[in-house]
């Protein structure tokens, strides 16, 4: 071969090798999740658990005004291992969380790096970017493969202005297309009887993540633009009328959001998945303030209270009843919801409240007042409202009707929870997109709406809520993190007795789906939605209700199927026990093995459905036995039905 030939064949062999894909693996600490990650001309990822395929090869690639065309060249890599120990500020499912997992950094040569990790029970990944100077994410490809036929529960939304409170339609994965191509997040799936679930957490000055379907078997993740123009149409919505060509607007060096895919072999797994949190920007400062508790609420309930000596309403006096009611059942907190103020000016109280007095007569009986307003309202009066409500020993907001999460409105929540937090409130978002971390960064931000929640029961038949869907958001929404559903109703219904009715409202399902709701659902801030006079003629739900906590030391999924059952035990710091059982319109009957319980005897404190709750669904019988570790318990659930005890160690 003469030497020019020689040269030819040398630089085809170092084109080829240059060409050839770089193939990394990172498998979880025990072993059995598997990602292995190819790049080449594209970045391409997969999952395998337990040696079987979980999503086929898909596309993930980030693309900015400084690098449009993400030329992928590997400069080195970085692995390493972690187990550490977390110590939730807010306990929403436990007081530790262990935070165990490998990790993977691939280093690009464009001064991007991108960063795997794997957990036992999930995987993630994020872009970190090191660019200088202002700069745009022009575009982020995230893809999931999946097969024709893996099927999901998949939360359909019709455009990108949504309070993402959605039922789960079942779709297979090659029918998601057309009108049922959007999704919001959390999704969830199921492949050969494994759940995975795709959320993302670590959503700080970014869009958040969707996702959309072709009819392939890809699903890909999608982003609300940077705003161009928007339209303010009422006292609390604002649309956008116009997108940029870019995701986000970035300063300087940058990490996005973490992409999450859960690994669930059984149902009950994504109950304790905590990933969301665990991924989440930590905090920074003092937070030992933050108090949780549960609250009485008056929105569900329309204010509508009756033998009382005054008129009912958004008044002085109906707000001094609930609080007389939070303070005879040692509620932490009152909300006072929509009619307080003028929607569109926080520093103007309705005629019929006298701020004042109410707050001096809420601190007087040791309970805090929580105000709603209108996300808009209070964008343009922030510091001189907060001010306002400091001066009025307000403990917390409730701030309504956002209804977006492109970059901009992503930054006001921070923002807000910044301004709250130094002002010492707690704020609950409604009208509000998932939780994607900000509790952990923000602490003080105690919960979410975004979930299709009892209000839901007030007005429109075909909207109604059911049970089906009570033991199903569980599992995909509440994954994320706390979900403000308001539970409590004491007005119970069956299916074919209940009929909307917006100031006498009432639930489907029994009275004890209802209680144990405070057991399965995860909210630090928990409501009871009822009117305070249902309540008091309810003395013994309200044992319950006065003794069960809203944060937990420990969370076990006991026994759970998603869209069927659950049944749920948690410790509270006092070291008593609850269980909560839910069941869908299916009665049936579980068995409870207490086996989690330490050594010693106890008394179980029982609500459960009556014989006759498939009839009259307000129908419950409250029982006390003795048990201990060895004890096997009958929980026998109605149609539509749940139950709930409380565990007390004897003395």
Same mark, same amino acid.
């Given at each position: 071969m003469n030497l020019k030939r020689w040269m030819l064949a040398w630089i085809a062999i170092t084109a080829g090798i240059t060409a050839a894909a770089q193939d990394?693996? @990172?498998?979880? %600490?025990?072993?059995? $999740?598997?990602?292995?990650?190819?790049v080449k001309d594209s970045i391409q990822y997969s999952l395998l658990y337990n040696g079987k395929p979980l999503l086929q090869p898909a596309v993930v690639s980030i693309a900015t005004s400084v690098d449009p065309d993400g030329k992928w060249k590997v400069a080195g890599t970085k692995t390493s291992a972690v187990t550490q120990?977390?110590?939730?500020?807010?306990?929403?499912?436990s007081a530790f969380i262990e935070d165990r997992y490998t990790q993977l950094q691939i280093n690009f040569k464009n001064h991007t790096s991108l960063q795997w990790r794997a957990y036992n029970n999930g995987i993630a990944w994020r872009w970190l970017i090191n660019n200088k100077g202002s700069w745009r994410v022009m575009n982020e490809q995230a893809g999931f493969g999946f097969r024709a036929k893996d099927s999901a529960w998949y939360p359909v939304e019709n455009g990108f202005f949504s309070h993402n409170e959605r039922l789960y339609k079942r779709l297979t994965i090659d029918s998601i297309r057309g009108e049922k191509s959007l999704a919001s997040l959390p999704a969830l799936f199921n492949i050969n009887g494994i759940k995975i679930l795709i959320t993302e957490t670590a959503l700080l000055n970014y869009a958040g993540m969707w996702l959309q379907g072709n009819g392939s078997n890809t699903l890909e993740a999608v982003f609300p633009h940077y705003p161009i123009h928007k339209k303010i149409t009422s006292d609390r919505d604002e649309e956008v009328e116009s997108r940029e060509n870019f995701i986000a607007r970035k300063e300087g060096p940058s990490q996005l959001p973490w992409r999450i895919v859960m690994i669930a072999p059984e149902d009950k797994d994504l109950l304790v998945n905590e990933l969301p949190y665990q991924l989440a920007e930590p905090s920074t400062g003092d937070y030992s303030w933050v108090k949780p508790g549960k609250a009485?609420?008056?929105?569900?309930?329309?204010?509508?209270i009756y033998q009382v000596?005054?008129?009912?309403?958004?008044?002085?006096?109906?707000?001094?009843?609930?609080?007389?009611?939070? $303070?005879?059942?040692? @509620?932490?907190y009152v909300v006072l919801d929509e009619g307080w103020s003028d929607t569109r000016n926080l520093l103007k109280t309705v %005629?019929?409240?006298?701020?004042?007095?109410?707050?001096?007569?809420?601190?007087s009986k040791n309970v805090g007042i929580i105000l709603w307003t209108t996300w808009l309202a209070l964008d343009q009066q922030l510091d001189a409202a907060l001010d306002l409500f400091a001066k009025w020993n307000i403990k917390g907001i409730k701030v309504d009707f956002m209804q977006r999460d492109d970059q901009q409105m992503v930054q006001y929540y921070e923002r807000v929870a910044k301004a709250a937090a130094a002002h010492k409130m707690l704020v609950d978002f409604h009208g509000a997109h998932k939780p994607a971390g900000l509790q952990r960064t923000y602490p003080n931000v105690i919960s979410f709406e975004g979930v299709y929640g009892l209000e839901q029961s007030k007005g429109d038949q075909s909207k109604s809520i059911a049970p089906d869907h009570n033991v199903t958001f569980p599992f995909i929404r509440m994954t994320a993190g706390p979900a403000d559903y308001t539970p409590g109703a004491m007005l119970n219904a069956q299916k074919g007795d209940w009929a909307p009715h917006f100031s006498n409202p009432m639930s489907i399902g029994t009275r004890c789906h209802q209680l144990a709701m405070y057991v399965v659902y995860e909210s630090p801030l928990q409501m009871l939605a009822d009117n305070p006079t249902h309540y008091y003629k309810e003395p013994e739900c309200m044992q319950f209700l006065q003794a069960v906590p809203s944060v937990w030391d420990t969370t076990i999924a006991l026994q759970a199927s998603v869209g069927n059952y659950i049944l749920t035990a948690r410790k509270a710091a006092t070291g008593d026990w609850y269980v909560g059982g839910m069941t869908n319109f299916t009665p049936r009957t579980l068995t409870l093995d207490c086996s989690f319980l330490p050594d010693g005897s106890y008394t179980m404190h029982i609500w459960k459905d009556g014989i006759n709750a498939d009839r009259n669904a307000q129908d419950y019988k409250m029982e006390q036995i003795t048990v201990d570790k060895n004890s096997k318990v009958p929980v026998v659930m109605n149609i539509g039905g749940g139950w709930a005890a409380r565990i007390v160690k004897q003395q």
């Open positions: 990394f693996t @990172l498998r979880s %600490p025990d072993g059995k $999740a598997i990602v292995r990650i190819s120990t977390l110590r939730p500020v807010v306990r929403q499912k009485i609420w008056d929105w569900w309930n329309d204010n509508n000596d005054f008129r009912a309403g958004i008044n002085t006096a109906t707000y001094k009843y609930y609080i007389d009611f939070a $303070a005879k059942y040692n @509620l932490e %005629p019929d409240i006298d701020m004042e007095e109410l707050s001096h007569y809420a601190a």
